[in-house]
């Protein structure tokens, strides 16, 4: 039986992170949807021989990605994009892939390749799903959804500080005004807007740490599947979510 714990929210929320901690914590697969994103984009920028990438025929793109076999398989504790029977986590980190993943993820025949990619993998499976769209369209039915947030300057602050900017009041204002700008866009968008999934429990990590942050949605992976408890820290009280 499918046992699926969706995370979803804005930009910079940490949901890959937290996700992939929250998987080791439970004994779950960690399944980054956004990476399937980047290996389409790695492939449409490969199509078009560079930037930007060709979106005028998704149809033929979609395609393409089936020709060329991208896909997930599970490595150790998680799912890694493969394209061509190689390994491809390394590239479609790239800038150029950052540059272009979110016209790429914005269109309709990409994500729902990308959706039904995802539902065939998870299938018979237990994986902790992080994205945008998890909770609400991909797996709506999941025992447990999660919607991570946390305040814009907080959000601002933890992407400055893993990029390893400086942080003065000027950047981090600037780096804040742009989050809002892309939360404001991303819950506008025709497709696939970002939301707080029907029956979501609201994380908001401004006031916690990650250790903390982790551990209270674990605390709520072990209530809703009844996993054995491992030794670790349990968060709850007032204000946790």
Known sequence: MDRVIAIDGPSAAGKSSTARAVARAVGFLHLDSGALYRGVTLVALARGGGEPPVLDDPETLVREVER????????????SVYCDDVLVDGPIRSAEVTRWVSPVAAVPEVRAWVTNTVRALARGKSVVVDGRDIGSVVFPEAALKIFLTASAATRAERRLVQRGERVS?????????????????DSTRVVAPLRQPEGAIRVDGTAL????QVALISDHAHRVFGLPRREGPRIGGPGAC
């Open 209 to 212: 740490t990650f250790q903390e």
């Open 169 to 185: 009041p000027e950047v981090l204002d600037r780096e804040t005004q742009a989050l809002e700008a892309r939360d404001a866009a």
């Open 68 to 79: 060329r076999g991208l896909t997930m398989r599970e490595r150790g504790p998680k799912f």
